[in-house]
């Protein structure tokens, strides 16, 4: 076969390939925008002027509850529908590790959005700087670690917020792999697993 051929052939391969459901694709890059987003502002947060950390916290609050109610979706979404499978040309290994891969990076983006929430529901002046979801409408704190006693509650605040942190931490290393991993397969590979993903 030519090399002419060849190159229709996979670009026919390419078209036929199987892709997720355009509400699967919403979803993922709707939810990879906003995570980048409050990346952004998480870390840009300690060198903004005084009165605008607390907006940008705020937004930042507010863009992780939308992960998170995005996130539940999108896992109710693949548990009804299948998702493409990987191209058979990938070893076995290879397989395996997307699949922990993606496991974990739904965890994350469920514990990262928990853990910030918890975090700040024992913020100790929580019960008077209600929290509002993007300053449009009033977004509760978890009652019960608001109502603990202060002691414990500002020791949970600690710790939730460190958890937070590192949570933080891990979903930065898994992004980075996910998307070197993708464009590896693209570039090096030249076996697209974008197509399958792009709108």
């Given amino acids: 076969m030519n090399t002419h051929t060849q190159r229709l052939a996979n670009q026919t391969h390419a078209l036929a390939a199987p892709r997720y459901t355009r509400t699967a694709i919403a979803l993922h890059w ?52 299948k998702p493409p499978p990987l191209p058979r040309e990938f070893p076995s290994w290879e397989k395996v590790a997307a699949h922990v891969a993606h496991f974990v990076l739904y965890f994350l983006m469920i514990a990262l959005p928990l853990s910030g929430w918890l975090h700040d529901s024992a913020w100790k002046d929580a019960a008077t700087h209600p929290m509002r979801l993007f300053d449009l409408f009033p977004w509760p704190r978890i009652g019960y670690v608001m109502n603990l006693e202060p002691a414990l509650k500002e020791t949970l605040h600690d710790r939730f917020g460190a958890l937070h942190t590192w949570l933080g931490y891990a979903l930065y290393a898994l992004l980075a792999m996910h998307i070197g991993g993708a464009l590896k397969h693209e570039w090096i590979d030249r076996k697209s697993v974008l197509k399958r993903m792009v709108p």
């Fill in 30 to 81: 709707l939810i990879a925008l906003l995570i980048i987003g409050n990346v952004v502002l998480a870390l840009s947060a300690d060198s903004l002027p005084d009165d605008w950390v607390r907006p940008v916290i705020n937004t930042h609050k507010s863009i992780g509850i939308t992960v998170l109610g995005l996130a539940l979706m999108r896992i109710l979404w693949r548990v009804s529908h």
